[in-house]
């Protein structure tokens, strides 16, 4: 049973961030726990909420649960949740949240992730809105981008990250013949188990014609697969490809 002392609290933190048009709360790294969510999500202001920042703040599963179960929020399109430990229960919750319908951004970079929960994310078909989607250091594997490169509900995404998250060949070549992330404009897949056929396919890509920036550092493309990139016809609107 959370305190009313805590939840007084959380509603002060909560008056102090609150923009002056009450659709943003910027609680980055304060500490809030799974309590402060708690406390959080019994605020009679979050109905107007558009924006809201809790990376960084040492939320585990129990309060993702409390997060991704709140009714409250009417309005959310961009969720920060990075930087914390919501992990394959925290994600399944998420999945099952009611607000997905209306986010444009999803930010869960580093969240000790697996392709358990990262499946049941993108397998979802209430993202229809989304255009930033962050799966950066979460282990989600190849599994996780092939489901969400075939799921017609991720039709909107401009910017998807993907690295360090324990892609190979199998998800590339299926991500290079996507017809659902043809919207895509900046793709991040470095520090993965990338080599030059991994480059390859990507340089044949019919429907990835949108990408502007492709990073893919910290890979092993080699001289070849580098050359495959920078010549491919795909990439006609490409300003920012790094390797390093």
């Known amino acids: 049973?959370?305190?009313?002392?805590?939840?007084?609290?959380?509603?002060?933190?909560?008056?102090?961030?609150?923009?002056?048009?009450?659709?943003?709360?910027?609680?980055?790294?304060?500490?809030?726990?799974?309590?402060?969510?708690?406390?959080?999500?019994?605020?009679?202001?979050?109905?107007?909420?558009?924006?809201?920042?809790?990376?960084?703040?040492s939320i585990t599963w129990r309060g993702a649960v409390h997060l991704f179960g709140c009714d409250n929020f009417k309005s959310l399109k961009r969720l920060y949740l990075n930087d914390n430990n919501i992990s394959n229960k925290g994600a399944l919750a998420l999945a099952e949240a009611s607000f997905l319908n209306g986010l444009s951004v999803l930010d869960i970079h580093f969240n000790n992730i697996d392709a358990v929960?990262?499946?049941?994310?993108?397998?979802?078909?209430?993202?229809?809105?989304?255009?930033?989607?962050?799966?950066?250091?979460?282990?989600?594997g190849d599994d996780t981008l092939i489901t969400l490169a075939k799921n017609p509900s991720f039709g909107n995404i401009r910017k998807l990250n993907f690295y360090r998250t324990g892609l190979t060949i199998k998800s590339i070549k299926v991500l290079a013949k996507s017809k659902v992330l043809q919207k895509v404009k900046h793709l991040n897949i470095g520090r993965n188990y990338l080599h030059p056929d991994s480059a390859r396919a990507l340089a044949d890509t019919k429907t990835l014609v949108n990408v502007e920036t492709l990073l893919m550092i910290e890979n092993y493309l080699g001289d070849d697969g580098v050359k495959n990139i920078m010549e491919s016809d795909a990439f006609i609107k490409l300003k920012t490809f790094r390797v390093l």
């Open 1 to 57: 049973m959370i305190s009313q002392l805590k939840i007084d609290y959380i509603d002060r933190l909560i008056d102090e961030s609150l923009s002056e048009g009450g659709d943003t709360i910027e609680l980055k790294g304060k500490f809030l726990g799974d309590e402060g969510v708690e406390a959080l999500v019994k605020s009679s202001k979050l109905s107007n909420v558009e924006d809201l920042d809790l990376s960084n703040n």
């Open 117 to 140: 929960g990262g499946l049941a994310i993108v397998n979802c078909v209430n993202f229809q809105k989304l255009q930033v989607l962050n799966f950066q250091e979460n282990q989600v």
